[in-house]
């Protein structure tokens, strides 16, 4: 019992400073946003909501906020019948950085990692793998600061206005 009590507050010493918490609505509009991304809405059921959600979904591109630097915990909420939303990320040259649902009904969302085009690129590729969580992670390869987006998107049709957090940790 006693060797116990006295590695208590080691474990208290130890343990990570909560990330700073920003809501969505205050970060700035970031000067582009991804194109939409080629892969299945899971969402996309043979419905009347399916198809005007098919229809939110199209487009050129997806409007992205730009996420500060350090890492940050993010509270937001689907904004719209589309169902995802984007968030820009500067990644310097050998960065990393992992972004994740943590709050929110965790299992009805996914996070993809995408380039300007919408596609995966080096240092996105591992994404593709399932985990069985809401999360990806990117690391920058290239010798120059990147811009990556990640999506936050929904897997069921009727979610507007369904809250959720993400973390979002820089190495």
Do not use: C
């Not at 730009?66 to 990644?91: M, N, Y």
């Not at 299992?107 to 985990?131: K, M």
């Amino acid at each position: 019992m006693l060797p116990s009590l006295l590695m208590l507050p080691m474990a208290v010493l130890q343990a990570p400073a909560p990330l700073p918490v920003v809501e969505a609505k205050d970060l700035p509009k970031a000067p582009r946003g991804p194109m939409t991304p080629h892969r299945p809405d899971p969402g996309g059921e043979a419905s009347l909501l399916g198809e005007s959600r098919r229809g939110a979904r199209k487009g050129p591109s997806i409007p992205a906020l730009q996420l500060p630097a350090g890492s940050v915990r993010v509270t937001d909420k689907v904004p719209d019948l589309s169902g995802w939303r984007a968030f820009a990320i500067e990644v310097p040259a050998g960065g990393k950085v992992k972004v994740q649902v943590v709050e929110g009904r965790k299992a009805w969302f996914r996070v993809l990692g995408v380039n300007a085009w919408g596609q995966d690129e080096p240092g996105l590729l591992q994404n593709r793998i399932p985990t069985g969580e809401p999360q990806a992670t990117y690391e920058n390869v290239s010798k120059e600061t990147r811009t990556v987006y990640f999506i936050v998107d929904t897997l069921d049709a009727n979610m507007v206005g369904e809250p959720y957090t993400i973390d979002v940790i820089r190495d």
